[in-house]
């Protein structure tokens, strides 16, 4: 069982650009988080979404930032305008429906954005 | 401000010593978990712990939970130069996790 798949690991982007980060889930889960983490800090949540919804975006900014998690593919958290503020590690994880009680996520490897 | 800080911020230790790290949080809680991060990695979940449950073992790892202080402390015992990672704490905010800081542990062989 591949464990949270996240994709590409790093992703340089002019300001202005459009950034698409992929995160797949572990295989059976439907519950899907993105966060945040800027260097020597810890991670800030951004969205919680299962399939074809948004639970919860609280932590996401109100403008530039989107996130999606279809029926059928993987979950994508969009930038678009980049700012080199949204230089970060973006994290997602994911976890089972049994499992959301007890809230334990588990974590990709992460995208590590960079914009110049 | 965090819902969680760890403390102390940095810890460095000899090989086969005990690291302890302690976490404070702000608000009621339902669990509290830790995480370790090697660097340039993701998280990995090492324990949680319940609101209702004082202490809790996993191998080298000792948690503790002090709901009225609002605090919880990881020991690592016997410590290895692989436990060089950060350790954060997470406590569970309605459906999502809230990090602190994290303790940036380093052992030396």
């Known amino acids: 069982n591949a464990g949270v798949m996240q994709n590409p690991r790093h992703l340089v982007r002019r300001r202005g650009q459009e950034a698409r980060l992929r995160c797949s889930p572990m295989?059976?889960?439907?519950?899907v988080y993105w966060y945040r983490q800027l260097p020597e800090e810890g991670l800030k949540f951004m969205v919680y979404?299962?399939?074809?919804?948004?639970?919860?975006e609280s932590g996401m900014p109100k403008e530039r930032f989107s996130a999606e998690f279809p029926k059928e593919g993987p979950s994508i958290l969009r930038i678009q305008q980049v700012v080199r503020g949204d230089s970060a590690a973006y994290f997602c994880?994911?976890?089972?429906?049994?499992?959301?009680?007890?809230?334990?996520?588990?974590f990709g490897a992460g995208t590590r954005l960079s914009v110049l | 401000s965090q819902q969680g800080e760890e403390d102390p911020q940095a810890l460095s230790i000899q090989e086969g010593e005990n690291a302890t790290m302690n976490c404070s949080y702000k608000?009621?809680?339902?669990?509290l978990q830790w995480y370790r991060q090697n660097s340039g990695r993701g998280l990995v979940h090492l324990i949680l712990?319940?609101?209702?449950?004082r202490e809790k073992h996993s191998g080298r790892l000792r948690v503790t939970l002090d709901t009225s202080k609002k605090s919880s402390s990881l020991l690592i015992t016997a410590s290895r130069a692989a436990d060089t990672a950060s350790y954060f704490c997470?406590?569970?905010?309605?459906?999502?996790?809230?990090f602190g800081g994290g303790t940036r542990v380093l052992v030396k062989p």
């Open positions: 994880a994911s976890s089972p429906w049994d499992r959301v009680a007890k809230n334990i996520q588990y």
């Open positions: 295989k059976g889960h439907s519950h």
């Open positions: 979404l299962q399939k074809e919804n948004i639970i919860d």
């Open positions: 608000t009621s809680i339902n669990n």
């Open positions: 712990i319940r609101s209702n449950e």
């Open positions: 997470a406590t569970d905010v309605g459906n999502k996790l809230t």
